[in-house]
């Protein structure tokens, strides 16, 4: 599972139809001063994702999301996504020793 | 399996289902030599490492389904062992 803020949604005009029922998120990972407790803003560098929620994350919220195969576990049915909200997170505490 | 350092915890209290009960950790992988090596990744933890211990989490979906006893959770990492005293070439670390 990684980090990463809520920073927009994807809405889309015709999709499969086991999309119903969550939204599309447009996820920044965390870079690791963001782990540390630093601002959204700037954005770390890197791929941005987009995560199927039905968790219903805001914008601006640190989710942790799953990526792969183990994303669509949670389902009985097929759904095409590779990567889902699994969890909202409260609170990071991060305080790696010191190099 | 990965080696790892234990850099932390998360707490989420809306989550998958299968994630209560069980601490979830920010394990930062570690090379041989006990370097850094990517960034850090969140795993579940059944065994309460300290900060800073270094640990093997495993990346298989699987195994952690099985953990969690929960066929249909979204989780991949999950702690499996707390190493006690690494031996061998990077032991000096």
């Given at each position: 599972m990684?980090?990463?803020?809520?920073i927009?949604t994807?809405?889309?005009h015709t999709?499969?139809e086991?999309?119903k029922?969550g939204?599309?998120?447009?996820?920044?990972p965390?870079?690791?001063?963001h782990?540390a407790g630093?601002?959204m803003l700037?954005?770390a560098k890197?791929?941005t994702?987009?995560?199927?929620?039905?968790?219903?994350?805001?914008?601006?919220?640190?989710?942790?999301?799953?990526?792969g195969a183990?994303?669509?576990m949670?389902?009985?049915?097929p759904?095409p996504?590779d990567?889902?909200?699994?969890a909202?997170?409260?609170?990071v505490?991060?305080?790696?020793?010191a190099? | 399996?990965?080696l790892?350092?234990i850099?932390?915890?998360v707490t989420?209290?809306?989550?998958h289902?299968s994630?209560?009960?069980?601490?979830?950790?920010i394990?930062q992988?570690?090379?041989a030599e006990?370097?850094d090596d990517?960034p850090?990744?969140?795993?579940?933890?059944?065994h309460?490492?300290?900060?800073?211990?270094r640990?093997f989490?495993?990346t298989?979906?699987?195994a952690?389904r099985d953990?969690v006893?929960?066929?249909h959770?979204?989780?991949r990492?999950f702690?499996?062992?707390v190493?006690d005293?690494?031996?061998?070439?990077g032991?000096?670390r």
């Amino acid at each position: 599972m990684r980090l990463g803020h809520v920073i927009g949604t994807v809405t889309l005009h015709t999709a499969d139809e086991a999309l119903k029922g969550g939204n599309l998120l447009v996820v920044q990972p965390f870079s690791r001063g963001h782990f540390a407790g630093a601002p959204m803003l700037p954005l770390a560098k890197g791929n941005t994702v987009v995560v199927y929620d039905n968790l219903g994350a805001g914008l601006g919220q640190v989710i942790g999301f799953t990526e792969g195969a183990e994303a669509t576990m949670p389902f009985t049915y097929p759904i095409p996504i590779d990567a889902l909200n699994a969890a909202l997170i409260d609170s990071v505490s991060y305080n790696p020793p010191a190099a | 399996m990965q080696l790892a350092r234990i850099d932390g915890t998360v707490t989420a209290t809306v989550c998958h289902p299968s994630m209560r009960g069980c601490r979830t950790v920010i394990c930062q992988p570690l090379d041989a030599e006990g370097r850094d090596d990517g960034p850090p990744v969140l795993a579940v933890d059944p065994h309460g490492a300290g900060l800073h211990q270094r640990v093997f989490f495993t990346t298989d979906g699987s195994a952690t389904r099985d953990f969690v006893r929960d066929p249909h959770s979204p989780l991949r990492n999950f702690v499996l062992a707390v190493v006690d005293a690494p031996t061998g070439a990077g032991s000096q670390r």
